[in-house]
């Protein structure tokens, strides 16, 4: 049993024992509630323990990783939540770490923004073996989220992320650079995505967007900043948090629901968008640009499912894209002769002689001929310009969210 202080960059926010297995055992002492991770409750200046030791837990690797349990296998570990407290909860995503009470360390000696860190962690989650010798956690591997395969690496001095794709297709590192072009041609705030090959596979590659004075919070957490009531749809609960918070995010969350038709995105769950804000002054920057966009474009689909658009899975906030089609407030903001060229586009993401040992051209040509009718779906419905009201029917239920840790 340790004692060790939350920090916030270089602001003390708690005391607390902690272990490896068993997670935050005992809070004693509180010294800046607003410096809390957000949606964590505080009553009568008790900060409720099991709301932040699943904010902690939240932190680690989710065991549905792929290769995660023969990782752990390799370094002789039990659980990734033991991962957290060998580097010290560090995070490229926020600015919150643990610091051993009583020790001198300091967040500028030892965060991975302006310092380097190790490539063990990583080279062990890309399947590699154990190197001999003094194996280094100093990583921010340990607190990436996500369940495909993925490292953090340093790129002519940029923090960029590696992620991989599933099998038998291996698509999701080039649904990743669709998304960002199509996004580029709308003028949506996005993360920009480029494609590495190593080994013969494909990955993804993006730059962290959060900086070293920022955080990047989940509208997961935004969610637990009020009670959520019975006739408020998920939609309209999460926008009434972010206007309480004083961030108009209806414009930012009409542009994620378009692209999310077009690509046809069933992954949007409530921890890959939020907001963002200073972690010093703690002001609220706006919603964060949309990253994470990879498991669309019927990535796990046959090209007949991939044409006739069957069983596709919508989220956050409706079950069917066309439902959730229905929330955006204006269209006007869209620019539909951006988009002609976007079959020619595609093709182009995908042309490459190595990409054929994944995804043939009738797979391709489906892509293709789906995404061009879906913007032509948009364009109509667009057009019709009617008004539609927010209701709660038809909603993604709250286990759903509840869930999003094991998608």
């Known amino acids: 049993m340790a004692e060790y202080i939350l920090m916030h960059k270089n602001i003390p926010v708690i005391k607390m024992e902690l272990t490896e297995a068993d997670g935050i055992t005992k809070i004693l002492d509180l010294y800046a509630p607003e410096h809390l991770p957000i949606g964590i409750p505080v009553k009568k200046n008790t900060v409720d323990k099991k709301a932040l030791n699943m904010w902690w837990a939240d932190r680690s690797i989710p065991s549905s990783r792929s290769g995660v349990q023969e990782a752990l296998n390799e370094i002789g570990l039990a659980d990734t939540k033991m991962l957290l407290v060998r580097s010290f909860g560090l995070s490229l995503s926020d600015q919150y770490w643990i610091k051993p009470d009583g020790t001198d360390l300091e967040w500028k000696r030892i965060n991975f923004f302006d310092n380097a860190f190790s490539d063990d962690i990583g080279n062990v989650l890309f399947g590699l073996k154990k190197r001999e010798g003094n194996f280094d956690f100093s990583s921010p591997d340990n607190t990436s989220d996500g369940c495909l395969k993925k490292r953090w690496k340093i790129i002519d001095g940029r923090r960029c992320l590696l992620k991989g794709g599933s099998n038998p297709f291996r698509q999701q590192p080039f649904n990743e650079v669709i998304a960002s072009n199509i996004m580029e041609k709308l003028g949506i705030p996005h993360i920009p995505y480029t494609i590495l090959w190593d080994d013969d596979m494909p990955y993804s590659v993006c730059e962290d967007f959060v900086t070293k004075d920022m955080d990047l919070v989940s509208a997961w957490r935004i969610f637990q900043t009020r009670k959520k ?8 609960h999460y926008v009434n948090c972010c206007l309480e918070l004083g961030v108009n995010v209806v414009p930012a969350l ?6 999310d038709y077009i690509i046809a995105n069933e992954d949007r769950h ?22 994470d966009s990879g498991s669309s474009l019927g990535y796990n689909k046959v090209p007949f499912d991939i044409l006739k658009e069957r069983e596709i899975i919508c989220k956050p906030f409706k ?61 109509t419905f667009a057009a019709q310009k009617k008004t539609y009201f927010i209701t709660t029917e038809n909603d993604v239920t709250e286990n759903v969210a509840d869930d999003y840790r094991n998608l």
């Not at 009531?229 to 309209?236: A, E, I, L, T």
């Not at 409530?270 to 990253?291: C, D």
């Open 270 to 291: 409530l921890n890959n968008f939020g907001l963002l804000r200073n972690a010093e002054t703690l002001q609220w920057l706006g919603a964060s640009p949309i990253f």
């Open 229 to 236: 009531k019975n006739d408020v749809s998920v939609y309209q």
């Open 319 to 379: 079950k069917s894209h066309d439902e959730q089609l229905k929330l955006v407030s204006s269209f006007d903001w869209i620019d539909f002769r951006l988009l002609q060229d976007t079959g020619k586009k595609i093709r182009q993401v995908f042309d490459d002689q190595r990409i054929s040992n994944f995804i043939d051209q009738k797979r391709i040509d489906a892509i293709v001929q789906s995404t061009e009718q879906r913007i032509q779906k948009l364009q």
């Open 254 to 259: 009409d542009q994620m629901i378009v692209i």
